[in-house]
């Protein structure tokens, strides 16, 4: 089985800057979720491109003495230009029709094959290993929404700033999630422990 962190980066200041960096509140919940992951058996870390996310994950793999791997199809999902009222209702509309796009935007759909294209390739390159994804906040939606069809518009506006779900991947394909909270890390850990002791 694959465990695979799918992290949501940290704070950054709203702006339409896809390269846009984190704030310095962000900046430092990069630095605490290093402290918090760092003690997990990790050996790998990929990163969308995009640097609010590079800069979310870098920590963590300097803590870990492990590169930052850039993976492209992690990438926030194309959004497109749009006529709504506010960012959130482009958004909802988009959850509301699978395959519905704003103009030059990604469909639901297709931004989710693309993550699962993604997260299907990390498990294959690490079976039985624990690897960090750093992504976006719809895309890692999408990505779950795969994996239990009560992922919705919903569960997207409730994710943090950041924000890690482990996602396990068997290797029959089947996936289950779980939110890591910093007591949700420790306990992790310890069941890791414990099997690498077996």
Do not use: C
Not at 6 to 23: F, G, I, K, Q, Y
Not at 86 to 115: C, I, K, M, P
Request: charged share 25%; aromatic share 8%; net charge positive.
């Amino acid at each position: 089985m694959t465990s695979i962190l799918l992290v949501r980066h940290a704070h950054a200041p709203w702006s339409t800057d896809e390269m846009r960096s984190l704030s310095r509140r962000g900046q430092l919940d990069a630095d605490r979720l290093a402290d918090e992951l760092a003690v997990l058996p990790i050996t790998a870390v990929y990163s969308s491109p995009y640097r609010r996310s590079l800069e979310t994950v870098s920590p963590l793999a300097a803590r870990l003495d492990l590169p930052v791997q850039e993976l492209p199809d992690l990438r926030e999902r194309a959004l497109g230009s749009f006529n709504s009222r506010s960012f959130e209702q482009a958004v909802a509309s988009t959850w509301a029709d699978l395959d519905f796009a704003h103009a030059g935007g990604e469909s639901n759909r297709e931004a989710r094959h693309r993550g699962i294209s993604t997260i299907r390739f990390l498990a294959t390159r690490h079976p039985d290993d624990v690897v960090v994804a750093g992504t976006h906040g719809n895309l890692l939606a999408l990505i779950l929404s795969a994996f239990d069809d009560r992922v919705a518009f919903d569960f997207w506006r409730s994710l943090k700033f950041p924000d890690v779900l482990r996602l396990d991947l068997e290797r029959s394909g089947k996936g289950a999630y779980h939110r890591l909270s910093s007591r949700a890390v420790n306990t992790y850990k310890a069941s890791v422990v414990k099997k690498t002791r077996r």
